[in-house]
């Protein structure tokens, strides 16, 4: 059950603002519950597309980029934020979107 709700979660987060970004969401959501290694190596593919478009946030290397990635799209802060205190899976997406776009992609 956890698992179809983030799914669908992060899905729904690839339909919303910034281009550049929907194919690195949709990325996050087929890898996203995969190995944690194999997941790692699906955002650092996911940050190279990022810099080879010019999208990557100035001064931030991509290793660290993927790393951010990586964290930001863990089911653990999915559980943590929806099961644990209560957020909507609106409100979780809307955060983590603003989160991932500030983080990851120049202003």
């Avoid at 999915?78 to 209560?86: A, Y």
């Amino acid at each position: 059950m956890q698992e179809v709700r983030y799914r669908q979660t992060v899905g729904v987060l690839r339909g919303h603002q910034a281009p550049a970004f929907r194919s690195v969401l949709q990325n996050v959501r087929e890898n996203a519950l995969a190995p944690l290694q194999h997941r790692l190596e699906g955002c650092r593919q996911m940050i190279a597309r990022l810099q080879s478009d010019g999208d990557l946030r100035d001064g931030l290397d991509p290793s660290s980029a993927a790393d951010l990635l990586w964290t930001l799209t863990s089911l653990r802060l999915w559980e943590d934020l929806v099961l644990e205190r209560g957020w909507s899976s609106r409100r979780y997406q809307k955060h983590v979107l603003c989160l991932l776009l500030a983080a990851l992609t120049k202003g």
